[in-house]
């Protein structure tokens, strides 16, 4: 269960960053940039973001496991339950573990300013972060700001509900395809050959 939090850590970075550090950002720029930040409340907003996408992955998760028990027709009634049952828990304490280790031990909302200065530097012009902040400062722009994790995690666990049938089929045929190359490639065995066994006949005294 840890890999798919720590594929979300790397998600969220890949959406704010982009870039190597820029080694000409201006003050000018740089207070723009500062002024941007601070009327989108970015650090709030990415530890937001981050609670609802780990949510959001421990849900999907748990439904793709339950799915595949419960197609698992070796299974009784009770023990595809009890396997069940597990499969939330466990979900649920990897992502409250994660989430408590995480914290513990990286400053998330400063990483993700830092690397914030960095694109707004290189994507924005000095006009073009005048026009964003007007825009955050009106009705619509703070409500985009207030709604932006919420929309986000909706937006992403309604792609998944709609994605998600359609991409077991085809993992389950690629698995089962890799499998059948795999087997064809390793060498065959050729059986052992046998000795027939000779029986002692008893001389005659």
């Given at each position: 269960?840890?890999?798919?939090?720590?594929?979300l850590?790397?998600?969220?970075?890949?959406?704010?960053?982009?870039?190597?550090?820029?080694?000409?950002?201006?003050?000018?720029?740089?207070?723009?940039?500062?002024?941007?930040?601070?009327?989108?409340?970015?650090?709030?907003?990415?530890?937001?973001?981050?609670?609802?996408?780990?949510?959001?992955?421990?849900?999907?998760?748990?439904?793709?496991?339950?799915?595949?028990?419960?197609q698992?027709?070796?299974?009784?009634?009770?023990?595809?339950?009890?396997?069940?049952?597990?499969?939330?828990?466990?979900?649920?304490?990897?992502?409250?573990?994660?989430?408590?280790?995480?914290?513990?031990?990286?400053?998330?909302?400063?990483?993700?300013?830092?690397?914030?200065?960095?694109?707004?530097?290189?994507?924005y012009?000095?006009?073009?972060l005048?026009?964003?902040?007007a825009?955050?400062?009106t009705?619509?722009?703070?409500?985009?700001?207030?709604?932006?994790?919420?929309?986000?995690?909706?937006?992403?666990?309604?792609?998944?509900?709609?994605?998600?049938?359609?991409?077991?089929?085809?993992?389950?045929?690629?698995?089962?395809?890799?499998?059948?190359?795999?087997?064809?490639?390793?060498?065959?065995?050729?059986?052992?050959?046998?000795?027939?066994?000779?029986?002692?006949?008893?001389?005659?005294?």
């Amino acid at each position: 269960m840890k890999k798919p939090f720590l594929c979300l850590s790397v998600s969220i970075l890949l959406l704010l960053s982009t870039s190597a550090a820029s080694q000409d950002l201006g003050a000018d720029k740089k207070t723009l940039i500062r002024e941007l930040l601070v009327i989108m409340d970015i650090k709030k907003n990415a530890d937001a973001i981050r609670n609802a996408l780990s949510v959001q992955i421990e849900k999907d998760v748990s439904a793709m496991l339950n799915r595949i028990i419960g197609q698992d027709t070796q299974l009784t009634k009770q023990e595809r339950e009890e396997l069940q049952q597990k499969v939330g828990e466990n979900a649920r304490k990897s992502r409250e573990r994660f989430n408590r280790l995480f914290s513990e031990r990286v400053n998330y909302p400063q990483l993700v300013e830092e690397v914030s200065y960095e694109v707004y530097d290189k994507y924005y012009t000095l006009d073009e972060l005048k026009d964003l902040i007007a825009f955050y400062k009106t009705p619509v722009g703070q409500k985009t700001i207030r709604i932006m994790p919420d929309l986000f995690a909706e937006s992403m666990a309604k792609t998944n509900e709609r994605l998600q049938p359609r991409l077991e089929p085809l993992i389950k045929e690629i698995v089962e395809e890799e499998t059948k190359t795999i087997q064809e490639s390793l060498p065959k065995r050729t059986p052992a050959a046998t000795t027939p066994k000779t029986q002692n006949k008893r001389r005659p005294k």
